[in-house]
Nanobody, 125 residues
Framework: QVRLVESGGGLVQSGGSLRLSCAAAGRTFSSSYSVGWFRQAPGQEREFVAAISWDNGSTYYAVSMKGRFTVSRDNAKNTVYLQMNSLKPEDTAVYYC?????????????????WGQGTQVTVSS
């Protein structure tokens, strides 16, 4: 079992930045893992934000986030980060990290079996 613990959410003004962290407990990410970030706003479906492959660090982004968001990993800390810049009010949502092995479609939430508890990000205008 992999337990994911997110942190770093909060309230920020439009144009500001936040860095979210997703730390794994109970098991170390191995090369077969991918870690994804998703978000869900009230009344909306959960949507893909970004993902990273643990083996080679390849990154993947939703089109609307590319250029503003950066996903990275720290192997020594067994942690994945989501740096979010130029935040907009429409980025307001609960952000979740998720992980699993041998993921074929990183943008699909159904591919991930391990989820964090979520962290609230609120961007004020």
């Amino acid at each position: 079992q992999v337990r994911l613990v997110e942190s770093g959410g909060g309230l920020v003004q439009s144009g500001g930045s936040l860095r979210l962290s997703c730390a794994a407990a109970g098991r170390t990410f191995s090369s077969s893992y991918s870690v994804g970030w998703f978000r869900q706003a009230p009344g909306q479906e959960r949507e893909f934000v970004a993902a990273i492959s643990w083996d080679n660090g390849s990154t993947y982004y939703a089109v609307s986030m590319k250029g503003r968001f950066t996903v990275s990993r720290d192997n020594a800390k067994n942690t994945v980060y989501l740096q979010m810049n130029s935040l907009k009010p429409e980025d307001t949502a609960v952000y979740y990290c998720a992980a699993d092995r041998w993921i074929r479609n990183r943008v699909s939430s159904s591919e991930y079996n391990y989820w964090g508890q979520g962290t609230q990000v609120t961007v004020s205008s």
